[in-house]
Structure formats: C-alpha cells, structure tokens
C-alpha cells in the first residue's frame, strides 16, 4: 500500500506569470528602472549643489542636512506643507514632549512625515558630570519654545527627505562628488 498525495496546480496564475516573463514587461520594467535610479542621482547631486557646507553637519561621521538645507531643497523642487498644531505630552516627572504631524506635496505626490523633541534631549538638559558637578537642566528650568520649535524643525526636515529621493544616507563620499 502507498501513500499517495494528490495535489492540484493552479496553471492559470503561473500562466500568467510565464507570459509577463516572456513578453516586454520585464525589459520594460528594467529600462523603467535605470531611468528611476538616474532621476534619484540627479535629484541628489542638484540637492548637494543648492546647498552649502552650513546647511550639513556630521552626527557619528554620517552627514545629516540640516532645515535650512532642506527648505532650499523644498523650494528647488516645489516642495509644499502643512503642519498640524503641536500635541505636547508631559510626563509625571515634569518632562514634556511635543510632536507635529504635516503633509509634504510634490506635484501630486502627498505624504505624511512626523517630527518630535523631548526636553529629556541632552541638547536642552545639558551635559551632566558629577565629576565636576554640574547637573542636568529640571524640566521648569528648559524652554518649552526651544522645544517645541526644534520638534517643527525636525518634522519639517523628516517630511522634505522622506518625499525626495535620495536625500537620506548620504555617505561624505557622495558629498565631495558632488
């Protein structure tokens, strides 16, 4: 006695994939493709040349660019946005965050993007080091402007990268070519 399985192929599906293979589909998707990845090239060289030295810093030897950077990007490129009014969240210990939501045009492509800042950043806090005791900042002494306005930055930053290719993960290498 055997033991038999009988299974049954659904050749349809796999017609239609044979037949997308075997027509121009797969040429035309790869020409299609090449001239994408050449747009994002040129869009990043355009972007390094608009912008200056001013507008980039290094965080951990990556090169990261900065909102005034960006916005000249924006307006290269024809870039629009509305942000939303600010949600601010305040922690029990006093500490507050503050979050915006926009959306980012581009012709007629929309997205949204998010940016936040929290008052327990070292940027706001300052450096502690018992060592030569000098403490952090108590949230009541941080300025919940200061705040809130790098929180829009940074959602206005977020949203001009994520909507333009090739803007995020800049090597240096790619900054001295262009």
């Not at 589909?25 to 001013?54: F, G, P, V, Y």
């Not at 005791?133 to 809130?148: M, N």
Request: with cysteine; net charge negative; glycine share 6%.
């Amino acid at each position: 006695m055997s033991n038999q399985e009988i299974v049954e192929v659904n050749t349809s599906e796999l017609d239609t994939e044979i037949s997308m293979l075997s027509n121009d589909n797969l040429l035309a998707m790869a020409e299609q493709a090449e001239r994408r990845i050449d747009a994002i090239n040129r869009i990043m060289s355009a972007s390094l040349k608009i912008t200056n030295e001013k507008d980039w810093i290094l965080i951990a030897g990556v090169p990261y660019l900065q909102e005034t950077g960006a916005t000249k990007v924006a307006r290269l490129f024809g870039i629009g946005w509305s942000i939303e009014n600010p949600i601010l969240e305040t922690d029990t210990d006093g500490h507050f965050t503050y979050n915006y939501k926009g959306k980012f045009t581009m012709g007629n492509i929309s997205i949204e993007a998010e940016g936040s800042r929290s008052s327990r950043d070292e940027f706001f806090t300052g450096k502690e080091d018992k060592e030569k005791g000098k403490t952090a900042k108590k949230p009541q002494d941080i300025d919940k402007r200061d705040v809130k306005m790098s929180a829009y930055t940074n959602c206005i930053n977020n949203g001009i990268k994520r909507i333009l290719p090739g803007l995020r993960n800049l090597t240096i290498e790619d900054m001295t070519k262009a």
